[in-house]
């Protein structure tokens, strides 16, 4: 594996510091991210006269903002370092800070065209995520000097072209009718697989840092069986607990409601709760409910093999319901936005 680290587009932190002229921020990142945070945080205060405090609670994306916490805090702004989008600031005090990795993907590219060509895969979608933002045209363009009919979709809300979420995949379906597969640019397994859930286009991986290309399906498949079972096993549940996220970009206490409304008239006993992480251990500290729905982020529900009872996602959820009604369980992926 090569030796590559994200790296952090500190010019943009100047521009925005020399522009705002704060007293004092706050800075958040990736956990992977948060030991660089430290000297960054120095060499704010020491150029900027600006006082700084690292936020250190988890930061999945740019759902885990913390304007609320800002106000608290007392700080004028909050810099999320390395969850980009296609828009500079998010409420009031959020900006944005790209984080990108500093590879190259001519070899596994390479790789993936050998790959689609021999599949007679053609046309292929690019779709990515933030950290290899600047690389996807790029990409485009050695695909198609390879031979390979390459493109990406457009994007809906703030996300640049081809850029997918976890729980977003727009970019991918935008252009689904018109392409055969997909190429994944990146290490992210969860984002490879979603594409391919989503669109049921073969999705190939290709990782610069292992120089691999992966096809996702055999996993797809496997993850797809695993959530299709946490759907049945709810089905049992007299009691189920439904969860609405404290965090602010994974809020969606209407989604959580519809459910609730909907579980009871169906005969289900349901209880409310709320928190900020969704954690096996938390979930332990209540004995008496059978199953939990969780309308905060798909990956806490689908991504974790540590619940000891059905965890379901917003999207499982609908299923369950078509599930008690009798109905077909339908498509629980075919989606653009899985919360
Ligand atoms: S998948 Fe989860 S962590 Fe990622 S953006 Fe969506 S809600 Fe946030």
Same mark, same amino acid.
């Given at each position: 594996?090569?030796?590559?680290?994200? $790296?952090?587009?500190?010019?943009?932190?100047?521009?925005?510091?020399?522009?705002?002229? %704060?007293?004092?921020?706050?800075?958040?990142?990736?956990?992977?991210?948060?030991?660089?945070?430290?000297?960054?945080?120095?060499?704010?205060?020491?150029?900027?006269?600006?006082?700084?405090?690292?936020?250190? &609670?988890?930061?999945?994306?740019?759902?885990?903002?913390?304007?609320?916490?800002?106000?608290?805090?007392?700080?004028?702004?909050?810099?999320?370092?390395?969850?980009?989008?296609?828009?500079?600031?998010?409420?009031?005090?959020?900006?944005?800070?790209?984080?990108?990795?500093?590879?190259?993907?001519?070899?596994?590219?390479?790789?993936?065209?050998?790959?689609?060509?021999?599949?007679?895969?053609? %046309?292929?979608?690019v779709v990515t995520i933030s950290n290899h933002?600047? =690389?996807?045209?790029?990409? @485009?363009?050695?695909?198609?000097?390879?031979? @390979?009919?390459?493109?990406?979709?457009?994007?809906?809300?703030?996300?640049?072209?081809?850029?997918?979420? !976890?729980?977003?995949?727009?970019?991918?379906?935008?252009?689904?009718? &018109?392409? +055969?597969?997909? @190429?994944?640019?990146?290490?992210?397994?969860?984002?490879?697989?979603?594409? =391919?859930?989503?669109?049921?286009? %073969?999705?190939?991986?290709?990782? %610069?840092?292992? +120089?691999?290309?992966?096809?996702?399906?055999?996993?797809?498949?496997?993850?797809?069986?695993?959530?299709?079972?946490?759907? =049945?096993?709810?089905? /049992?549940?007299?009691?189920?607990?439904?969860?609405?996220?404290?965090?602010? !970009?994974?809020?969606?206490?209407?989604?959580?409601?519809? $459910?609730?409304?909907?579980?009871?008239?169906?005969?289900?006993?349901?209880?409310?709760?709320?928190?900020?992480?969704?954690?096996?251990?938390?979930?332990?500290?209540?004995? +008496?409910?059978?199953?939990?729905?969780e309308t905060a982020c798909p990956r806490v529900?689908?991504?974790?093999? +540590?619940?000891?009872?059905?965890?379901?996602? =917003?999207?499982?959820?609908?299923?369950?319901?078509?599930?008690?009604?009798?109905? /077909?369980?339908?498509?629980?992926?075919?989606?653009?936005?899985?919360?």
């Amino acid at each position: 594996m090569l030796d590559v680290s994200l $790296v952090i587009r500190e010019e943009q932190i100047d521009k925005i510091l020399s522009q705002e002229r %704060p007293k004092r921020i706050g800075l958040e990142a990736p956990d992977g991210l948060l030991s660089a945070l430290v000297p960054l945080a120095k060499r704010i205060e020491e150029r900027y006269g600006v006082e700084t405090v690292i936020l250190l &609670d988890h930061t999945w994306g740019t759902c885990d903002l913390v304007n609320f916490d800002a106000k608290r805090l007392g700080v004028d702004l909050v810099l999320n370092i390395g969850h980009s989008i296609g828009v500079e600031k998010l409420g009031r005090y959020t900006y944005l800070i790209d984080a990108e990795y500093d590879v190259d993907f001519g070899q596994v590219l390479e790789h993936a065209a050998a790959v689609i060509k021999r599949k007679n895969l053609e %046309p292929v979608g690019v779709v990515t995520i933030s950290n290899h933002k600047s =690389y996807i045209m790029e990409a @485009i363009h050695r695909l198609q000097k390879l031979g @390979i009919d390459a493109r990406k979709g457009e994007a809906e809300g703030a996300l640049f072209d081809g850029q997918v979420f !976890g729980c977003n995949f727009h970019s991918a379906r935008n252009i689904a009718k &018109d392409v +055969n597969s997909f @190429i994944f640019l990146g290490q992210s397994r969860f984002h490879a697989m979603g594409v =391919y859930l989503a669109t049921r286009r %073969p999705t190939f991986m290709a990782d %610069p840092f292992f +120089n691999e290309v992966v096809d996702v399906k055999p996993e797809g498949d496997k993850f797809e069986r695993k959530a299709i079972l946490s759907i =049945y096993k709810a089905k /049992d549940a007299n009691t189920i607990g439904i969860i609405t996220s404290l965090k602010e !970009g994974q809020f969606f206490r209407s989604q959580a409601y519809k $459910v609730k409304s909907d579980l009871e008239s169906l005969g289900r006993n349901v209880v409310m709760f709320s928190l900020r992480e969704i954690t096996a251990e938390r979930l332990q500290a209540i004995r +008496n409910v059978d199953a939990f729905i969780e309308t905060a982020c798909p990956r806490v529900a689908m991504d974790n093999e +540590n619940f000891d009872r059905p965890v379901l996602s =917003y999207q499982q959820a609908l299923g369950l319901i078509r599930l008690i009604k009798g109905e /077909d369980l339908g498509d629980i992926f075919d989606y653009s936005f899985w919360v």
